[in-house]
C-alpha cells in the first residue's frame, strides 16, 4: 500500500501459532490517515500506532478490531491495556488517562482480535516478521 510502503514491519503474536504483520506509523500523515479510506487490508496485516492513545473510525470502510497496548514493549512483550471488537465507523475510543508516550493502538479488521486471541490484562510478543514482509496495493 502505497501510505505504508516505507513503514517499519513488526510481528505480533499471542499464545497461539497466529500472529499478524503489522505496520509501524511513525509519520504525520500515517498516523492521522491511519486506515481511512481504504477498502480493506489484506489477511493477517495491521496498522500498528507508537505514541497513541486513542484512535478514530471517521472514514472508516470496515469495521476495526482495536487493541491498545504498553509501548515500547519490555523484554519483547507488550501488556494488552483494552480491546474494542468490531468497531464501526464515526467512533472515537481510547484507553483513559494513560499518557500517549507510553501507548499504542493496534488497528485491524474485525474478527482479527479473537483469532490473535488478545484479551485486555494478556500479552502480545514483539518480533521482526520472518519471510517477506507485508505488500499491498491500494
Do not use: K, N, Y
Request: include cysteine; charged fraction near 15%; glycine fraction near 12%.
Amino acid at each position: 500500500m502505497r501510505r505504508f510502503r516505507f513503514a517499519h514491519v513488526v510481528r505480533l503474536s499471542a499464545q497461539g501459532p497466529r500472529g499478524l504483520d503489522a505496520w509501524v506509523a511513525r509519520g504525520l500523515a500515517s498516523r492521522l490517515l491511519g486506515l481511512a479510506g481504504l477498502a480493506g487490508l489484506p489477511p493477517g496485516s495491521a496498522l500498528l500506532i507508537p505514541r497513541c492513545a486513542s484512535i478514530h473510525t471517521v472514514g472508516m470502510r470496515f469495521a476495526l478490531d482495536v487493541v491498545f497496548l504498553s509501548w515500547p514493549p519490555v523484554s519483547g512483550a507488550c501488556e494488552v491495556l483494552a480491546a474494542h471488537e468490531g468497531l464501526p465507523g464515526m467512533r472515537i475510543v481510547g484507553v483513559g488517562l494513560r499518557a500517549a508516550r507510553s501507548t499504542a493502538a493496534l488497528e485491524a479488521p474485525a474478527g482479527v482480535l479473537a483469532a490473535l486471541c488478545a484479551r485486555a490484562d494478556g500479552h502480545l510478543t514483539v518480533s521482526e516478521p520472518r519471510g517477506p514482509s507485508v505488500t499491498f496495493r491500494a
